[in-house]
């Protein structure tokens, strides 16, 4: 799958459930104090590496980003595991 224009697809990284207090256990999709999650750059759209260059840090994949929980749509690709959408705007920080 081939991101276009200012889109970058990503495969969430799930985290491990965690306790909070009164021992209760929440996932991440449960757990409302979460504001940015995790991904995997996948591809990156033509559009979104011009926009970059001259920029410190560079989008490439393989790269982990931090992204906006509300952020993006989700995709099934052919081997139905579920991708994320997003715009260049939505990323918050790139672990480099």
């Given at each position: 799958?081939?991101a276009?224009?200012?889109?970058?697809?990503?495969?969430p990284?799930?985290?491990k459930?965690?306790?909070?207090?009164?021992?209760?256990?929440?996932?991440?999709e449960?757990?409302?104090?979460?504001?940015?999650?995790?991904g995997?750059?996948?591809?990156?759209?033509?559009?979104?590496?011009?926009?970059?260059?001259?920029?410190p840090?560079?989008?490439?994949?393989?790269?982990i980003?931090?992204?906006?929980?509300?952020?993006g749509?989700e995709?099934?690709?052919?081997d139905?595991?579920?991708?994320?959408?997003?715009?260049?705007?939505?990323?918050?920080?790139i672990?480099?």
């Amino acid at each position: 799958m081939q991101a276009l224009n200012f889109h970058i697809v990503i495969d969430p990284i799930k985290k491990k459930e965690h306790k909070v207090a009164g021992g209760l256990q929440l996932s991440q999709e449960l757990d409302k104090e979460l504001r940015y999650l995790t991904g995997k750059v996948v591809s990156v759209g033509g559009r979104v590496i011009k926009e970059m260059q001259g920029e410190p840090v560079q989008i490439e994949i393989g790269d982990i980003i931090h992204y906006d929980r509300h952020a993006g749509h989700e995709v099934r690709w052919t081997d139905d595991q579920p991708l994320k959408v997003l715009k260049l705007g939505d990323l918050v920080a790139i672990e480099k």
